[in-house]
């Protein structure tokens, strides 16, 4: 684990835009060492292992729990009942579930809207003529606190061509007036920034490389 890396990095963006330690694959003692610099916004996607280190670091109230995973239909009232944020709910079938189970549960949870800028077949998503189509009905559900859109950008694109998908994302967000915009890893983050970003999904730079 490099944290002179991540306190580089947090000098280095602007105040509007905060880090999101993805902490998949890592260590409770190692996501206590980042919260000691004053790191509280962690990234899970595996809700059986995130649990694990939520009961381990139940002390540690200022962390705040993301789900950045691709959402089970059959585990919704879990990450519900664990999670402050989701930032990949990729359709409205599942965005509808996260409503009801939210309102049975007395939670509020924020959300991301997953979308999808281009055909890549690995990656889910809401398509944005979709998104815009549906968004009224989608204003109208309750006990969701719609924050921000999210996206993951293809491997092996050009910076260039980074830069615009994630310039693609933020006018989206703009014009459904969301204030937050979930893209940028550990390969893309500066485009991201560039882009409007105001939220960087950050593995690797800070944990170093997983098993």
């Not at 962690?42 to 962390?63: C, M, N, P, T």
């Not at 809401?126 to 993951?152: A, C, D, H, Y």
């Not at 050009?158 to 969301?178: D, V």
């Amino acid at each position: 684990m490099d944290s002179s890396n991540y306190l580089k990095i947090k000098n280095k963006i602007p105040s509007n835009v905060n880090i999101l330690a993805v902490s998949k694959g890592v260590e409770s003692q190692e996501i206590k060492t980042i919260q000691n610099l004053g790191q509280n916004d962690f990234g899970e996607s595996k809700f059986q292992e995130a649990f694990k280190k939520q009961v381990i670091l139940k002390d540690l109230r200022q962390i705040e729990w993301h789900f950045i995973g691709r959402i089970q239909g059959n585990k919704i009232r879990k990450i519900v009942q664990s999670f402050k944020y989701i930032h990949s709910v990729d359709s409205f079938e599942k965005l509808k579930k996260i409503s009801n189970i939210s309102l049975e549960e007395q939670k509020n949870p924020f959300i991301m809207l997953q979308v999808k800028l281009n055909n890549d077949p690995t990656k889910g998503g809401f398509n944005p003529e979709l998104l815009i189509s549906k968004w009224r009905e989608i204003q109208e559900l309750k006990n969701i606190k719609l924050t921000g859109l999210m996206t993951i950008n293809p491997r092996g694109l050009t910076s260039k061509e980074n830069l615009e998908l994630f310039k693609k994302c933020r006018s989206l967000a703009n014009s459904l007036q969301l204030p937050d915009c979930s893209m940028g890893m550990s390969g893309d983050w500066e485009q991201a920034v560039d882009a409007g970003s105001t939220w960087l999904r950050l593995g690797s730079l800070i944990f170093g490389q997983r098993s």
